[in-house]
Antibody, heavy 121, light 111 residues
Framework: QVQLVESGGGVVQPGRSLRLSCAASGFTFNNNALHWVRQAPGKGLEWVATISYDGSYKYYTDSVKGRFTISRDTSKNTLYLHMNSLRVVDTAVYYC??????????????WGQGTLVTVSS | QSALTQPASVSGSPGQSITISCTGTSSDVGSYPLVSWYQQHPGKAPKLMIYEGSKRPSGVSSRFSGSKSGNTASLTISGLQAEDEADYYCCSYAGFTTLWVFGGGTKLTVL
């Protein structure tokens, strides 16, 4: 069965960096677009970034452009989110999600359990 | 890109039907047949309930249905059950500039 397991969250000071990982299993990794979605405490869902099935295309929400980088490693079946210059407003549970197909516009069909990132001094 | 607009809360009694609306613009909901709906119980990950506007994934009850008219998408839950009590989020593809936009979420209470 499809499984997505995030890791790498924790407490970090403003301005510092963090790398999130999402280990995927149960499907052919390079057949699907992948996404990061976050949820601030007590708030709604917010799309963060998307990477195409082959890693050629990457898209970001405006508030993280230039600070976050999404990537994928087919040899490890793992999705990453490199987060630099972190801000207090980046505090959230970060979910990785699978697109239903290779297209960037495929709806998110499976989600991981999430990893909490807390940015605080 | 602004979030899609959902009512903050809806409620219904067991056995009744409810509808949650999701209003966007001609740049997102109105332009693409790519609205999805997610159910989220407290402390849990979201679960896909409807994709591409009206399609149900395998395993999702037929009590859940989706539709769209113009810039507004809707999720209808018929025969309400206690386990349907959760937060519901809509999401729409919004083109290659923004890609995805979510609604603010709707808390469903089963009375």
């Amino acid at each position: 069965q499809v499984q997505l397991v995030e890791s790498g969250g924790g407490v970090v000071q403003p301005g510092r960096s963090l790398r999130l990982s999402c280990a995927a299993s149960g499907f052919t990794f390079n057949n699907n677009a992948l996404h990061w979605v976050r949820q601030a405490p007590g708030k709604g869902l917010e799309w963060v970034a998307t990477i195409s099935y082959d890693g050629s295309y990457k898209y970001y929400t405006d508030s993280v452009k230039g600070r976050f980088t999404i990537s994928r490693d087919t040899s490890k079946n793992t999705l990453y989110l490199h987060m630099n210059s972190l801000r207090v407003v980046d505090t959230a549970v970060y979910y990785c999600a699978r697109g239903r197909g290779p297209q960037l516009w495929s709806n998110f069909d499976y989600w991981g359990q999430g990893t909490l990132v807390t940015v605080s001094s | 890109q602004s979030a899609l607009t959902q009512p903050a809360s809806v409620s219904g009694s067991p056995g009744q039907s409810i509808t949650i609306s999701c209003t966007g613009t001609s740049s997102d909901v109105g332009s693409y047949p790519l609205v999805s709906w997610y159910q989220q119980h407290p402390g849990k990950a979201p679960k896909l309930m409807i994709y591409e506007g009206s399609k149900r994934p395998s395993g999702v009850s037929s009590r859940f249905s989706g539709s769209k008219s113009g810039n507004t998408a809707s999720l209808t839950i018929s025969g309400l059950q206690a386990e349907d009590e959760a937060d519901y989020y809509c999401c729409s593809y919004a083109g290659f500039t923004t890609l995805w936009v979510f609604g603010g979420g709707t808390k469903l209470t089963v009375l």
